[in-house]
């Protein structure tokens, strides 16, 4: 079963629990969380404040995405704010194994992404270290831009990789995602798919979700 994670950053900042409580509404369970640092990415979004304070009245997976330069300073921080899944980016990490491995000391779901321009074989030897590997079908910093095509061989090249070696690990794509790709986005072999604007900006938020579910069940 696909599982969709809406991202936060393209809800409304000055009413986020209304459109949170129709996600809950629309039975959503996972939420995608972006942290920007202006440094890693050209953009900053938000941080541990308003996740710690949104989690207080809210059930979801909180998965986040950390666009973030060495992550590894702030997985604590990440974890006491609420998030049950923290996915770093391989570009950002100068020890990569060593920030994964905190991640799962922390007892947080461990998740790898890496930026479209990274080989795809760059992060297979990671993966059975890793519970989620992110697949960014846009660059990272911004939400709605246009999907990139190529995404679909990496998932279907990953996917490969995990059945063959008989792996545990979810595969999610992230960007430009929109009703109109989300049938071949599902058929390349995604397990969880993040969408923004789709989900925020394009009418009433419930039914925008209905008709991602019910592409998943076609
Ligand atoms: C981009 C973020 C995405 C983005 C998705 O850096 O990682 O999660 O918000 O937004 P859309 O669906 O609008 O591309
Ligand atoms: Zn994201």
Do not use: W
């Amino acid at each position: 079963m696909v599982e969709l994670a809406p991202s936060l950053l393209s809800s409304n900042f000055s009413n986020i629990q209304a459109d949170l409580d129709k996600l809950k509404d629309a039975n959503i369970k996972y939420l995608h969380l972006d942290i920007m640092d202006g440094i890693f990415v050209p953009n900053i979004s938000f941080g541990f404040g308003l996740i710690k304070s949104i989690r207080k009245n809210n059930d979801f997976i909180f998965d986040t995405h950390l666009m973030i330069d060495e992550p590894i300073r702030y997985l604590e921080e990440f974890k006491d704010s609420g998030s049950d899944i923290i996915t770093v980016h391989y570009e950002a990490c100068s020890d990569l194994n060593k920030t994964l491995e905190k991640i799962r000391k922390l007892g947080l779901k461990v998740g790898l992404t890496f930026k479209p321009k990274t080989k795809v074989e760059c992060i297979l030897p990671y993966l059975k270290k890793v519970d989620v590997c992110l697949v960014m079908s846009v660059e990272p910093g911004f939400g709605g831009q246009s999907f990139m095509e190529d995404s679909l061989d990496k998932v279907r090249n990953i996917k490969k990789y995990i059945d063959e070696n008989e792996l545990n690990c979810l595969i999610e794509i992230d960007g430009g995602i929109k009703t109109h790709n989300l049938k071949r986005v599902i058929d390349s072999g995604v397990d969880l798919v993040v969408s923004g604007s789709d989900i925020f900006s394009n009418g009433e938020i419930k039914d925008q979700v209905f008709k991602y579910y019910k592409i998943f069940n076609s």
